[in-house]
């Protein structure tokens, strides 16, 4: 027998010795189980005595869980119960705006009481105009006087500033009705005085603390001033800004914005209303006036903003009601003479660009407050350009401006939109005047506008390859965005290079052999700018930047190839047809062999 065989039976040998030592311990047990519990039998015989094995380690002790926490819920708090309106009602912090709401009543009623008196009483010949003026006077005084004292005492700010705010509305109507209705003082002192009282009350609104009075102030005088006067005149428009001056200083210093807004509304509005009825009417007699005050109204309207922004926590608003205090210069050329209209559209747009660039040192001049001026000048410069070019030169100017926009402010994320917009009202403008029908036949044109067709078709161009190449280098447009965006130049680029070489063609040759000349030197363009656009991506080593221009160098390829053979194939006679097909032949083939030639190359320097 061999070793192994000898192990293997040494081991079998020592595991059955220890079975039998288990086995005599268990029965060692079982008897002493036996000796403990009567037996009803005979015992068993008891096997032979052998060791006992010593007992095993008991297991470690299972960890036990911890006890449950006992859970802390909050108490239960029943809601307040609603409390009906009479309760409400019957406190003294809720009746305050009942008191508030009387007395705005109150000044609304009492003011056209005023106006009754000043305008329906001199119409129907009740009492004198002395009287009439004299009691318009007294009841403005009186009511002033009473409110300043009623200011003093205790729960008598309500009461004080409705009244007082109804006595300078009544004395402000009342000098109105003196100027313009009864002739009694000049203009220009009638405006002094005006200011002076406005100017008075809004400091004793400033005195106050209490924007509540300016408002009462200025809103009724917005609604009732032109019945006073009779309509919407020049002498109202100046009285209202007047007013809006006057106020400028009370406010300085406060987070007053509806006060703000009241002031740009009370010149705005009569301005609006006085362009549309010269508009209207015809009547340009006070035309150079009405723009004056158009000017004047626009520049108030940005220096209040300027002034007030430091103190406003509502910047975006003051930039808005900036808009709103421009909008007459902008609308002035409904009823304002060429000339005027342009120079006041143009200085809003120099104007608010200055703004827009320095913005960030103006106090209080937030981003969307630059936002804001950057878009309002652009739409003055758009208003501008369009004013002063009229008809077919309005295209050339546009998309000029465009181009300018997009370059200048390839950096700022507005600026490029107001440049892609602008190119897109230019190149609509450029669609009118150049419409697609001059591709498709000879068109004989004017040489004014066949030389207009000439310049818009070259800036169209431009403004294409300067919009995608601003917008591809940014991040501001994913590129989902500017791979359609690309796309739209190529086509812009495309319809811009047949126009100016089919109009460029008739200009010289006439609606015969200058038109199938065009046509032909399109084709060539084509796809010359197809071989371009390949040769470029040869000579990009990143792949991913390699893509673009060799997608857009095939796709050129076949929509001049597709050109070649749809269009000009019938079209093109004689030479004209003979020499596109060579041209684009030997041009196809040369795009062919080099690329060829490329791939071969870079196989070989990365095999090196």
């Known amino acids: 027998m061999t070793a192994p065989h000898q192990d293997a039976l040494q081991r079998l040998s020592v595991e059955l010795d220890q079975l039998s030592q288990h086995m005599a311990a268990v029965s060692v047990q079982f008897r002493e189980l036996g000796s403990a519990v009567p037996a009803q039998v005979a015992p068993a015989m008891a096997p032979p005595p052998v060791p006992v094995m010593a007992p095993l380690p008991p297991p470690p002790p299972m960890p036990q869980p911890l006890p449950p926490q006992p859970m802390v819920m909050p108490p239960y708090v029943p809601a307040p119960p609603r409390q009906k309106l009479s309760a409400r009602l019957q406190r003294d912090e809720d009746q305050n705006w009942i008191g508030k709401l009387l007395a705005i009543a109150g000044v609304a009623v009492t003011l056209v009481g005023v106006v009754l008196l000043l305008v329906l009483a001199a119409q129907a010949g009740i009492l004198r105009p002395e009287i009439r003026v004299a009691a318009g006077a007294l009841l403005a005084a009186g009511l002033v006087g009473i ?3 009623l200011q003093d005492r205790p729960g008598g700010q309500v009461g004080g500033v409705a009244l007082t705010a109804t006595g300078i509305a009544a004395a402000y109507m009342d000098v109105i009705a003196i100027t313009t209705i009864y002739g009694w003082l000049p203009p220009a002192l009638g405006l002094v005085t005006a200011a002076a009282i406005g100017g008075g009350g809004l400091t004793l609104a400033r005195r106050w603390n209490s924007q509540q009075l300016a408002l009462l102030v200025l809103v009724p005088l917005v609604v009732l001033a032109p019945i006073v006067a009779d309509g919407v005149t020049l002498l109202l428009i100046g009285f209202m800004t007047a007013l809006s001056a006057a106020a400028l200083p009370a406010q300085l210093g406060r987070d007053w914005m509806w006060m703000h807004a009241a002031r740009t509304a009370g010149v705005t509005l009569p301005l609006l209303v006085a362009l549309f009825i010269t508009s209207v009417s015809g009547d340009l007699d006070d035309a150079w006036l009405l723009g004056g005050a158009c000017a004047v109204a626009a520049l ?55 703004l827009s660039v320095s913005g960030r040192r103006i106090a209080g001049v937030v981003a969307p407050v630059v936002v804001i001026w950057s878009a309002l000048s652009a739409f003055a410069a758009l ?55 001059y591709l498709l036949e000879g068109t004989e044109l004017a040489v004014s506008l066949s030389v207009s067709n000439l310049a818009a078709s070259a800036l169209a161009i431009a403004c294409a390859g300067a919009i995608v190449y601003t917008w591809a280098g940014s991040a501001d447009l994913a590129g989902d965005g500017v791979r359609v965006l690309s796309i ?45 656009l390949l040769v470029a ?10 893509t673009a221009p060799i997608i857009g160098g095939l796709a050129l390829t076949a929509a ?22 060579i041209v684009v032949g030997l041009v196809l083939l040369g795009m062919g062999t080099g690329y060829a030639r490329s791939l071969a190359q870079r196989d070989e320097a990365r095999t090196a």
């Open 488 to 532: 739209g130049a190529g086509l812009v680029a495309l319809y811009s290079v047949t126009m100016f070489t089919v109009t460029a063609g008739v200009l010289i040759g006439g609606v015969g052999g200058g038109f199938l000349a065009g046509h032909m030197a399109a084709t060539i363009c084509w796809i010359g700018a197809a071989a371009a």
């Open 383 to 437: 208003i501008a350009v369009t004013e002063a070019f009229d008809g077919e030169v309005e295209a050339p100017a546009l998309l000029g401006l465009a181009l300018v926009v997009t370059l200048a402010g390839r950096r700022s994320r507005t600026a490029k939109w107001i440049g892609l917009a602008f190119a897109a009202v230019g190149g609509l403008a450029f669609l009118a005047y150049a419409p697609p029908v």
């Open 537 to 546: 991506a040869r000579r990009v080593t990143d792949p991913q930047r390699r």
């Open 147 to 149: 409110g300043i004292r």
């Open 300 to 354: 108030l309207a940005v220096v209040s903003t300027i002034v007030l922004l430091p103190t406003s926590t509502r910047s975006t608003a003051m930039g808005l009601l900036t808009v709103v205090g421009v909008l007459p210069a902008l609308a002035a050329g409904v009823a304002v003479p060429r000339v005027p209209a342009v120079l006041m559209a143009a200085a809003v747009a120099a104007g608010m660009l200055a």
């Open 560 to 581: 001049a190839t597709t050109k070649l053979f749809l269009f000009d194939l019938g079209t093109l006679d004689g030479m004209f047809r003979v020499a596109a097909f």
